[in-house]
């Protein structure tokens, strides 16, 4: 059974950093990325950054560059997601979620195209 648990959210005020992980288990696959997602309220599900741990090819949405980074660790297994200078507008329930696709921008902004999700982990930022 294929699992993702996501840790590390928060109520932080704005100017903070907050870092998420999400710890995969049961899945195993030769090309895959691991996304993070957020859905803020009245929003679209919109991705923020995907990585491909196997050959370290990332993507940031415009929302992301130059504030977050994504790393995984040597396991290939755990994904983190360091949020700095977090905003109110970054407030969302972030979830990550496991594709069986290389990193690929016309694929890792489709929420659908991903195979297994977490169940998100809430980050509120106050003004």
């Known amino acids: 059974e294929v699992q993702l648990v996501e840790s590390g959210g928060g109520l932080v005020h704005t100017g903070a950093s907050l870092t998420l992980s999400c710890a995969t288990t049961?899945?195993?696959?030769?090309?895959?990325?691991i996304a993070w997602f957020r859905r803020r309220q009245g929003k679209e599900r919109e991705v923020v950054s995907c990585i491909s741990p196997r050959d370290g090819n990332i993507y940031y949405a415009d929302s992301a560059k130059g504030r977050f980074t994504i790393s995984s660790d040597d396991s290939l297994k755990t994904v983190h997601l360091e949020m700095n200078n977090l905003k109110p507008g970054d407030t969302a329930v972030y979830s990550c979620?496991?594709?069986?696709?290389?990193?690929?921008?016309?694929?890792?902004?489709?929420?659908?195209?991903?195979?297994?999700w977490g169940q998100g982990t809430q980050v509120t930022v106050s003004s």
């Open positions: 979620a496991i594709g069986r696709f290389p990193v690929v921008p016309v694929l890792v902004t489709q929420p659908g195209a991903f195979n297994f």
């Open positions: 049961g899945f195993t696959c030769a090309d895959f990325a």
